[in-house]
């Protein structure tokens, strides 16, 4: 059975750093396109970035680009999310997203992603 476990996450000032991982297992982690997504308290949840079976192509959404990159290793079964110049609206639960067989991926794939992790919960204070 799939399995993606989100870690990194806490409690840091606006500005700091963080990298977030998503630990896959009980699939074949290299024909998933990977991607993050994130929940604010009272908001929908929402499109971060994604990145490409191989890991040579990613996309972020217009809020994190430039901030947040994302990667992955394949042998590690493994995703990362570098975040940089945390903003309080940065203030969310990022979950990972797996995706058959696919590119990247959008807002508009939501409801088409095949696993989820359950989240982890980062808080940045101004």
């Known amino acids: 059975q799939a399995q993606l476990v989100e870690s990194g996450g806490g409690l840091v000032q606006a500005g700091d750093s963080l990298r977030l991982s998503c630990a896959v297992s009980g699939l074949t982690f290299s024909r998933y396109a990977m991607g993050w997504f994130r929940q604010a308290p009272g908001k929908e949840r929402e499109f971060v970035g994604s990145i490409t079976r191989s890991g040579g192509d990613t996309n972020a959404a217009d809020s994190v680009k430039g901030r947040f990159t994302i990667s992955r290793d394949n042998a590690k079964n493994t995703m990362y999310l570098q975040m940089n110049s945390l903003k309080p609206e940065d203030t969310a639960v990022y979950y990972c997203?797996?995706?058959?067989?696919?590119?990247?991926?959008?807002?508009?794939?939501?409801?088409?992603?095949?696993?989820w992790g359950k989240g982890t919960l980062v808080t940045v204070s101004s």
């Open positions: 997203a797996a995706k058959y067989n696919s590119a990247l991926f959008t807002q508009a794939d939501y409801y088409g992603m095949n696993y």
